[in-house]
């Protein structure tokens, strides 16, 4: 399963972008822009999945790497993160468990 991250709106203190499995936007997302991912390919395995996405509205705290899931509210902010965080990490434990590779991709 190939998870796609798009980088569309960049900001001095926050990044908002999209998250799509399969060409299908899933959620919108927010990071810090000082410490995000780079772009590139990620292998994700079953107990990593939580250190790359987080339930949280939004960055909280300086030195903050998580990708943020939920619905965009403002940017910066997302709104219904823990039933769509909870949705991803269960659509990554199924195909891990199916022995399927997961990769997430991130673009600008």
Known sequence: MEIELIR???KACTTDGELFIGNRKICATTES???RLPVGKYTIHKAEAR??????N???KKGDRFIHVGTHLVPGVVINTRNIFNALLERIRKSIERNHEVTLVIKE
């Not at 250190?51 to 949280?56: G, H």
Request: proline share 7%; aromatic share 14%.
């Open 33 to 35: 822009t000082l410490n």
């Open 51 to 56: 250190k790359f996405f987080s339930p949280l």
């Open 8 to 10: 569309i709106n960049i």
């Open 58 to 60: 939004g960055v909280k």
